[in-house]
């Protein structure tokens, strides 16, 4: 009888540390994954730093080659003997259109921006909420508690052998 309870015992043990030592490796995973959430929410900020330094730049071309084209309007309907800034000349309607069309692709180009930069934040919030999400799941593991909670369902179950009746 002696080795029956001594076993349990043990066994009450092992399950008591088990329950410590997962309880603890899951902690510690839900930590690790809330760390790389937010490293992940971080590399979303810079992208999206990026796609404005970078949109900025795009603009700035733009503009120049819509200037450039103007430019070239300008001098070739001159050369063709146009006026371009008489009103309701067709020099001045085609320089119209064509800064019209300038104008359209720097507004398109400045929406993409725009809208890239925002997908990019929105990513960022995403991992935020994740990491959020992971911290408060590391809360609820306590190793102490999980091993103290399956000590006593052990000794529940065994109370039997380790508190006989007779």
């Known amino acids: 009888m002696a080795f029956i ?3 349990t015992v043990v066994g ?3 399950s008591a540390y088990g329950a410590y030592k997962s309880s603890q490796a899951n902690k510690a995973a839900a930590n690790s994954q809330a760390e790389q959430a937010r490293i992940n929410e971080q590399i979303a900020i810079r992208n999206a ?8 730049d795009s603009l700035f071309d733009q503009k120049k ?3 450039a084209s103007l430019a070239q309007v300008r001098a070739g309907t001159a050369g063709a003997g146009f006026v371009v800034d008489a009103k309701d000349t067709t020099g001045e309607q085609l ?3 064509m800064a019209e069309a300038g104008e359209l692709d720097i507004t398109r180009l400045k929406a993409n921006i725009d809208r890239e930069e925002q997908r990019a934040l929105d990513t960022g919030a995403g991992f935020a909420a994740q990491a959020d999400q992971f911290k408060i799941q590391a809360r609820g593991y306590n190793p102490m508690f999980s ?3 399956a000590g006593l369902s052990g000794i529940s179950r065994s109370s039997d052998i380790l508190f006989p009746t007779k």
Not at 49 to 56: F, L, P
């Open 5 to 7: 309870v001594a076993a």
């Open 12 to 14: 009450v043990g092992v």
């Open 49 to 56: 730093a990026d796609v404005v330094k970078i949109g900025e």
């Open 65 to 67: 080659a819509t200037l």
């Open 95 to 97: 320089y119209k259109a």
């Open 147 to 149: 091993a103290f909670s």
